[in-house]
């Protein structure tokens, strides 16, 4: 059971131009400072806009965090991001192993370790992101095979303040679609049982401010990473005062 407070997670994936993502980012920013929110909250801006993003937030409470990242501190690695450039421009936590990386970049268990490590390097929290496809919990594995993605991709010596896990159904991405909470229980309780004690673990997958209320309510749920729903500023705010 989680005794700490909850997180709540925009990732704003691939959207967001100057304009509407600045402005989306100061209201977040005014709702967050006209009212203690009832939880920690983290954006993740794409990343051309992290460095302005941060600017609007300073101040308001609300941590900057990266989509993704590259393992290596520098180097020959033409459009990619290191942790400390993330760093620099002002994250304190990078979303890794996100299943839309998994999938259409082929990100293997192994590189998400690199990842994960590469942000402890530079003392940034990790968000490490598992989960099954639908085939798989069909098929009745969804356990074996997040379980294999955590022993994949979490490197040993877990820092535990430094270590947040998203609990991501592939099938619940984007679809409208979530498992049941006696699934999602279920699922948070494994994880739980193979890393460190204290690691917050979030629940990702078509959260909204409709479900918000009964997912964040759970003692197993120590959060969300919310993804279409983070795009608009009230529906953002909606959910993370569920937490409450
Ligand atoms: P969604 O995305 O909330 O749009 O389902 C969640 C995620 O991919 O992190």
Same mark, same amino acid.
């Given at each position: 059971?989680?005794?700490?407070?909850?997180?709540?997670?925009?990732?704003?994936?691939?959207?967001?131009? &100057?304009?509407? +993502?600045? @402005? =989306? *980012?100061?209201?977040? !920013?005014? #709702? %967050?400072?006209?009212?203690?929110?009832?939880? $920690?909250?983290?954006?993740?801006?794409?990343?051309?806009?992290?460095?302005?993003?941060?600017?609007?937030?300073?101040?308001?409470?609300?941590?900057?965090?990266?989509?993704?990242?590259?393992?290596?501190?520098?180097?020959?690695?033409?459009?990619?991001?290191?942790?400390?450039?993330?760093?620099?421009?002002?994250?304190?936590?990078?979303?890794?192993?996100?299943?839309?990386?998994?999938?259409?970049?082929?990100?293997?268990?192994?590189?998400?370790?690199?990842?994960?490590?590469?942000?402890?390097?530079?003392?940034?929290?990790?968000?490490?992101?598992?989960?099954?496809?639908?085939?798989? &919990?069909?098929? +009745?594995? @969804? =356990? *074996?095979?997040?379980? !294999?993605? #955590? %022993?994949?991709?979490?490197?040993?010596?877990? $820092?535990?303040?430094?270590?947040?896990?998203?609990?991501?159904?592939?099938?619940?991405?984007?679809?409208?679609?979530?498992?049941?909470?006696?699934?999602?229980?279920?699922?948070?309780?494994?994880?739980?049982?193979?890393?460190?004690?204290?690691?917050?673990?979030?629940?990702?997958?078509?959260?909204?401010?409709?479900?918000?209320?009964?997912?964040?309510?759970?003692?197993?749920?120590?959060?969300?990473?919310?993804?279409?729903?983070?795009?608009?500023?009230?529906?953002?705010?909606?959910?993370?005062?569920?937490?409450?």
């Amino acid at each position: 059971m989680a005794a700490h407070r909850k997180l709540v997670v925009g990732n704003w994936k691939m959207n967001g131009l &100057r304009a509407d +993502g600045l @402005a =989306l *980012a100061r209201e977040i !920013a005014a #709702l %967050a400072t006209a009212a203690a929110p009832a939880c $920690d909250l983290l954006i993740c801006p794409p990343s051309t806009l992290i460095a302005a993003v941060g600017e609007v937030i300073a101040g308001s409470g609300i941590a900057l965090g990266g989509q993704n990242c590259h393992a290596a501190e520098k180097g020959a690695y033409t459009g990619d991001v290191s942790v400390e450039m993330l760093k620099d421009a002002g994250c304190s936590h990078v979303i890794v192993g996100h299943s839309e990386r998994r999938q259409a970049c082929g990100e293997t268990d192994a590189e998400v370790r690199a990842k994960v490590a590469a942000a402890w390097r530079a003392g940034l929290v990790a968000v490490l992101c598992v989960g099954e496809t639908r085939a798989e &919990r069909e098929a +009745g594995r @969804a =356990l *074996a095979v997040v379980a !294999a993605q #955590l %022993a994949g991709s979490l490197p040993d010596g877990a $820092d535990v303040a430094r270590l947040v896990v998203a609990y991501e159904p592939v099938w619940a991405i984007g679809t409208g679609l979530t498992p049941t909470l006696a699934d999602i229980d279920e699922m948070h309780h494994a994880i739980r049982a193979g890393i460190p004690a204290g690691a917050r673990i979030l629940y990702g997958g078509s959260v909204n401010p409709k479900n918000a209320g009964e997912l964040l309510s759970r003692g197993e749920i120590d959060g969300a990473l919310v993804g279409g729903a983070s795009l608009k500023a009230d529906d953002f705010w909606a959910i993370s005062q569920a937490c409450g």
